[in-house]
C-alpha cells in the first residue's frame, strides 16, 4: 500500500478523536467521539452539518447497553487510519482527507455508527450520499 499524506482536517480530526478516544466507556461513546470533531473539519464536516447532525444526540432510545471495544484506542486508531489511507488511494487521492477517515469510521464501528447517525434522524444511506454529492 503507498503512503499518502493526511491533510491538515485530517491530522487535526485523527489528533482530537486519538486523545478522546482513551476515555470512552463504550463502542457508543467511541463513536461519539470520532462524531465531534468529524462535523466540524473538511468534507465531512460539511455532509455531517449539511444532514443537521449535531453535537448531541436527538433520541437516546436508539441507546444500547454499554459494550466495551475490543481495540486499545491506538489500535483503533490505527485501523481507522490505515483503513482511510486506503480509501484515499482506491479512489485515487493523493491526501487522506476527513471524508476518508469519515467512512473508514462508518465502516468500522457499523452497527454502533449506524445508531448514532439515526439517534440524529439521520443514516449512511443519506450520509454517503451527501459525501458522493459534494466528490462530484
Known amino acids: 500500500m503507498s503512503s499518502l499524506n493526511l491533510s491538515r482536517d485530517a491530522v487535526t480530526v485523527l489528533g ?10 463504550s463502542i ?8 465531534r470533531p468529524l462535523r466540524l473539519y473538511g468534507e ?7 444532514l443537521g447532525v449535531g453535537e ?7 441507546r444500547v447497553p454499554p459494550k466495551s471495544a475490543e481495540d486499545t484506542p491506538q ?9 482511510a489511507t486506503q480509501i484515499a488511494a482506491e479512489r485515487g487521492a493523493s491526501t487522506v482527507g476527513t471524508s476518508d477517515i469519515l467512512i473508514a469510521v462508518m465502516r468500522h464501528y457499523g452497527d454502533a455508527f449506524d445508531r448514532a447517525l439515526k439517534s440524529r434522524s439521520s443514516d449512511s444511506a443519506e450520509l ?3 459525501l458522493a454529492g459534494r466528490a462530484g
Open 128 to 130: 454517503l450520499g451527501r
Open 75 to 83: 489500535e483503533t486508531l490505527h485501523i481507522v487510519t490505515t483503513a
Open 44 to 50: 465531512a464536516g460539511a455532509a455531517l452539518q449539511g
Open 28 to 35: 457508543d461513546d467511541e463513536v461519539e467521539r470520532w462524531l
Open 16 to 25: 482530537l478523536a486519538g486523545s478522546a478516544l482513551p476515555f470512552a466507556q
Open 56 to 62: 448531541n444526540p436527538l433520541d437516546a432510545s436508539q
